[in-house]
C-alpha cells in the first residue's frame, strides 16, 4: 500500500485531530506557562504574561512556593490533606471495587448483564447529581441524621456538610469508585476459571488463590483503576465545594480554583497548577505506556 | 460415589451446571458473601441518587421530608417550577445544546485520527497519539485553566462562553473515540481491507466500505460516552461561561444545591438523568441490531467491556 494515495491518505485523516490539539491543548498550555512566569502590572494587579521563554521570571513560582514550604506555608496543610483524602480514598475505592468486580465477573450468573448494568449506571448520572443526592440526605434534618438519631430519640445531631473531613473522603469514594470498578472488572474477567480450577485441584486454598493467581493477574486493573481516579481527584475542588465548603477541607484543587477567582493571582493559579502537573507527570506518562501495552497485548 | 458409574457427560453437565448457578458447592458461602457485598455497593451507589428523583415529585419545599405527590416542580408552579423558570430552563437547554455539538465535532475527528494512527507510523502520530493520551488522564482543572488563559490573554476570534466551552469539551472528549476505535481497529486487523484493495478498491473506498461498517460499534459507544460526559461536564463549563445564558446544568447545581434550594434542582437533575438514560438505551438497542445482524456477540459484557 505504499502508492502515492495512501501515502497522504492516512496524514490526511489525523489531520483535524492533530491540529485540534495543537490549537488547544498545547498553545493553551504555552500561555499558562507565559502567565506563570510573567508579572503582575503593579498598580492595576492584572497578570502580564511573557511570551519570550528566555525572559521568563519566576516570581510567581517564588510566592507559591514561599506559601508551600517558606516560613508562611499555608498551603501546605491543603496539599498534604490531598494526599492523604487521595490516598484514603483510592484504598477504599480498591477495597470496595475488588469484591463487587470479582462476583461479578465470576459469580452473577444469570443476573451478570443487570449487575453489569447497574455498575455502569453511576458513570451516566450527572456526578453534581450525585453529590446533591448527599447533599440532600446529609441535611441536618436529612435522612442520615434521622437514622442515627433514630428518628430524634438520641439528642445527637451530626453536622455533616460543614468542614467534615469524613464527608469529603466519602464523596470523593462515592464519585471515584465506578471508575476503578469498571477497569478492575475487565482484568478480573479476563482470568480463565479453568485457571482457578487448575490451582485449586493442584492445592491451593482459597487464600492461596487469591493471593498467588488472583491478585497477581489483576494487577493491570488496579494500575489503570488507581491512576484513573487518582489523577484527577488530584484536581478536584467541587467535591469538597459542594460537601463541605470550608477551609478546613479544601484540597490542592481548591487553592486553585480561589487564585483563580482572585483578581492578579491568576499568575499564581498557574504556577500551583504548574507544580502540580509536574507531580503528576510520571504517574500521566506511566498511564499513556500502560494504554499502549495494552494495544500490544490485545 | 464412583465416579466410573455416572455416564461422563452427566458429570461434565453436573459440574457446568454449577458453574453456571454459581451459587451452590463449596464456593456457595463465598458466593453468597461477595453478592451480599455486591448488593449493598449497589444500594450504597443508587438509593440516594433514586432518593433525589423521589423528592423532585415532593408536594412541599422540603428536599428531606415527604410532603406527598405532585408535579409542581416541574410543570405548574407559577415561579419556581422548571417550565416556568427561565433560569433553569436555559441551563437545560444550553447543557443539552453542548452535548450535540460536542459529540458532532469529536466523535468524527477521533474516528478519523484513529484511523490515521492505526496506519501511518513515525514520531509524528506517536506524539499526536502521546498528548490525546494525556488529555485523557490529565486533571480537567489544567485544560479548563489553560483555556481560560489563551482565551483571555491572546487575542483569539472567540470569546468566552459556548463556542469556548464547545472547545474545551472537545478537547477534553477527543481520547475517548481515539481509544475506543483504535482497540476495535487493532481486533478488526489489516486483512479485510487488504482483500477489498486486492479486488479493486481505491484506499478510501476500503475505507468507506470495509473499515467504516466494521468500526459502527466503537463509534456508537464513543458517542455515546461522549454525549453522557459532556452533560455531566462541570469543570470545564464553569471557568469558560460567560454569563447567565451559558450556565449549564451541573453549574446550577453547584451554585445553588447548598443555598436551601427547592425541589426543582432535583427536578432538573433528574430530567438530565432521563435525556442521558435514553440516548443509553436507544444506543444500546442500535448497538444490538448491528451487532446481531453482524453475527457478533451481544452480551451487555462486551457493551460494557468497549467503555
Known amino acids: ?66 506559601r508551600l514550604f517558606g516560613p508562611n506555608n499555608f498551603y501546605l496543610p491543603a496539599v498534604l490533606r490531598t494526599f492523604m483524602y487521595v490516598a484514603i480514598a483510592v484504598a477504599a475505592c480498591l477495597v470496595i471495587s475488588f469484591p463487587v468486580a470479582y462476583f461479578t465477573a ?51 445531631e451530626i453536622n455533616w456538610l460543614s468542614g467534615n473531613p469524613f464527608t469529603v473522603v466519602m464523596g470523593l469514594i462515592y464519585g471515584y469508585v465506578p471508575y476503578m470498578l469498571l477497569p478492575l472488572f475487565a482484568a478480573l474477567d479476563r482470568i480463565s476459571p479453568s485457571l482457578l480450577e487448575a490451582a485449586r485441584d493442584l492445592g491451593a486454598s482459597g487464600f492461596d488463590l487469591f493471593r498467588r493467581v488472583i491478585l497477581p493477574m489483576s494487577i493491570p486493573g488496579i494500575v489503570a483503576g488507581t491512576l484513573l481516579i487518582s489523577l484527577p481527584m488530584m484536581g478536584d475542588y467541587f467535591t469538597s465545594d459542594m460537601l463541605s465548603k470550608s477551609p478546613n477541607t479544601s484540597m490542592i484543587g481548591n487553592l486553585i480554583n480561589l487564585s483563580i477567582a482572585t483578581p492578579g493571582q491568576s499568575g499564581q493559579a498557574g504556577a500551583l497548577l504548574i507544580l502540580v502537573l509536574l507531580v503528576l507527570l510520571i504517574p500521566m506518562i506511566w498511564y499513556t505506556r500502560t494504554n499502549a501495552k495494552a494495544e500490544v497485548r490485545s | ?33 461477595l453478592g451480599a457485598i455486591t448488593a449493598v455497593y ?18 412541599g419545599r422540603s428536599r428531606s421530608t415527604w410532603q406527598g405527590f405532585s408535579t409542581r416542580w416541574y410543570t405548574w408552579d407559577p415561579n419556581g417550577s422548571v417550565l416556568n423558570d427561565p433560569s433553569i430552563r436555559t441551563a437545560l437547554t444550553h447543557t443539552v445544546l453542548l452535548a450535540i455539538v460536542a459529540t458532532l465535532i469529536t466523535v468524527p475527528i477521533g474516528v478519523l485520527f484513529a484511523l490515521a494512527l492505526d496506519r501511518w507510523r513515525g514520531r509524528i502520530p506517536a506524539g499526536a497519539n502521546f498528548l490525546a493520551l494525556i488529555t485523557f488522564v490529565i486533571p480537567e482543572i489544567a485544560l479548563a485553566i489553560g483555556l481560560l488563559f489563551m482565551v483571555t490573554f491572546l487575542a483569539t476570534p472567540f470569546g468566552l462562553g459556548t463556542t ?18 483504535r482497540a476495535r481497529l487493532l481486533t478488526i486487523g489489516a486483512h479485510y481491507e487488504e482483500a477489498a484493495r486486492d479486488l479493486g478498491a481505491s484506499a478510501i473506498g476500503a475505507v468507506r466500505r470495509i473499515i467504516l461498517p466494521m468500526l459502527f460499534p466503537a463509534i456508537l459507544v464513543s458517542a455515546i460516552l461522549v454525549f453522557a460526559d459532556v452533560l ?35 427536578a432538573m437533575a433528574t430530567i438530565i438523568l432521563v435525556v442521558s438514560a435514553l440516548v443509553i438505551v436507544m444506543g444500546w438497542l442500535a448497538y444490538r441490531r448491528w451487532t446481531r445482524r453482524q453475527g457478533e456477540n451481544t452480551d451487555i459484557g462486551t457493551f460494557a467491556n468497549t467503555l
Do not use: H, K
Not at chain 2, 233 to 259: K, N
Open chain 2, 1 to 33: 460415589m464412583t465416579i466410573s458409574a455416572a455416564p461422563a457427560e452427566a458429570i461434565l453437565e453436573e459440574a457446568q451446571g454449577r458453574r453456571r448457578r454459581g451459587l451452590r458447592g463449596t464456593s456457595g458461602a463465598r458466593a453468597y458473601g
Open chain 1, 106 to 156: 465470576r459469580y452473577a450468573g444469570q443476573y451478570r448483564g443487570l449487575v453489569l448494568a447497574l455498575l455502569v449506571a453511576p458513570f451516566f448520572i450527572s456526578y453534581m447529581m450525585r453529590m446533591l443526592a448527599w447533599i440532600n440526605l446529609l441535611q441536618p434534618d436529612g435522612l442520615v441524621n434521622t437514622i442515627v438519631t433514630l428518628g430524634g430519640l438520641v439528642p445527637v
Open chain 2, 42 to 59: 449497589l444500594l450504597w451507589a443508587l438509593v440516594p441518587v433514586a432518593i433525589t428523583v423521589l423528592f423532585s415529585f415532593n408536594a
Open chain 2, 164 to 181: 469556548a466551552q464547545i472547545i474545551g469539551l472537545v478537547t477534553f472528549q477527543l481520547a475517548y473515540p481515539i481509544v475506543i476505535c
Open chain 1, 1 to 66: 500500500m505504499g502508492d502515492r494515495s495512501t501515502r497522504f491518505l492516512w496524514p490526511t485523516l489525523g489531520l483535524p485531530a492533530m491540529v485540534w490539539i495543537v490549537l488547544f491543548f498545547l498553545v493553551p498550555f504555552y500561555v499558562v506557562l507565559c502567565v506563570s512566569f510573567g508579572t503582575v502590572d503593579p498598580v492595576f494587579r492584572s497578570p502580564i504574561p511573557i511570551w519570550n521563554p528566555l525572559e521568563w521570571q519566576f516570581s510567581q513560582v517564588q510566592v507559591v512556593w514561599d
Open chain 2, 232 to 266: 455531566d461536564d462541570f469543570v470545564i463549563v464553569r471557568y469558560l461561561s460567560s454569563d447567565a445564558s451559558t450556565e449549564t446544568t451541573s453549574m446550577r447545581i453547584y451554585q445553588t444545591a447548598r443555598a436551601a434550594p427547592t425541589p426543582a434542582l432535583n
